[in-house]
């Protein structure tokens, strides 16, 4: 890649350093989108015994680059994001992608439209972790970061998305388990 290019680069991904998201971190700073998507990539590579079958380099590609609309748009949040909003992130993403050297957009454009579509299990199990993570990242978080609708939101997010595997399941419900405990001891204070 020439040079230039790959500094333009370096600056997008700075700017996903410096949005910050919805979610908290356990010292009581806002998490960046850059943060939120290694973080899924490291959760996704601890996947692989438990999914064999699953091209997981993939699954790690789609984790690193799902949320790169949101170095334009910044991070709108799962219960406040409209359709307008996707519609201008994929925008962002074609802007994005058009402006690559050939090889990297040949790469990267059906990745893309694997997530978008979501009929592949490498698809499904990026958008599973990505629901996942925001969930043990809340609970990580302090309660004084949630906002009402959390408390019931996190009891139920991603259900949809870790239905395919039992694995998923388990651990969603483990997860469940975590919040329901966060929420009982805050109580109980």
Not at 88 to 94: C, D, P, R, S
Not at 131 to 139: A, D, P, T
Request: glycine share 2%; aromatic share 8%.
């Amino acid at each position: 890649m020439e040079s230039r290019k790959l500094l333009e680069l370096m600056s997008l991904a700075e700017k996903l350093k410096n949005t910050t998201r919805h979610s908290w971190t356990s010292s009581g700073r806002q998490e960046s989108v850059a943060e939120h998507s290694w973080r899924l990539a490291f959760m996704a590579f601890f996947m692989k015994d438990e999914f064999p079958e699953v091209d997981m380099e993939k699954v790690i590609l789609m984790c690193l680059f799902h949320d790169l609309g949101e170095a334009v748009t910044g991070d709108i949040p799962t219960f406040n994001k409209t359709k307008n909003d996707e519609i201008t992130e994929n925008k962002e993403i074609q802007y994005f992608l058009n402006t690559l050297p050939k090889m990297y957009k040949d790469e990267l454009a059906p990745l893309f439209k694997e997530m978008d579509e979501q009929l592949t299990l490498e698809a499904k199990l990026y958008k599973a972790l990505d629901k996942l993570e925001v969930l043990i990242q809340h609970n990580e978080s302090d309660l004084s970061t949630w906002i009402p609708l959390e408390y019931e939101l996190n009891l139920t997010h991603g259900d949809k998305e870790v239905a395919f595997s039992d694995y998923l399941k388990g651990l969603r419900k483990i997860i469940k388990e975590d919040t329901v405990k966060k929420i009982e001891e805050e109580k109980n204070l």
